[in-house]
């Protein structure tokens, strides 16, 4: 008897919590979010300038981008393509192998090539 006293006092004290968080309460508007800016018309697209260079021993094509170096591919006569880029812009070429032992190095892949 006790127990089913108890437990219909929790049910009406949990009813009377429940009702009371049901109280429609001012929600602030949401702000819509802002327009998307137009596309851009500068009328060029960006595309990279390139200059192949061909010797005895290997094919080199330089990549820039406003006249600037950015990447330079040298594929030898013998064996895979390997990039020489300009990772942070200061103008010198890092290799793939170049302070490997100091600072880790992200590994990068051409994709999508037969």
Do not use: H
């Not at 006249?67 to 393509?81: D, F, N, S």
């Amino acid at each position: 008897m006790k127990r089913t006293i108890l437990i219909l006092a929790n049910l009406l004290a949990l009813t009377a919590l429940v009702y009371a968080q049901t109280d429609e309460e001012e929600f602030a508007d949401v702000p819509l979010p802002p327009e998307l800016p137009e596309p851009l018309e500068s009328g060029e697209t960006i595309e990279p300038e390139v200059s192949i260079i061909r010797t005895e021993q290997e094919t080199i094509e330089e990549y820039r981008v406003n006249g600037r170096l950015y990447m330079v591919k040298i594929t030898p006569l013998i064996g895979k393509p390997y990039y020489l880029i300009d990772e942070n812009g200061d103008g010198q070429m890092e290799g793939k192998i170049s302070d490997i032992y100091n600072t880790p190095r992200v590994p990068q892949w051409v994709l999508f090539t037969w």
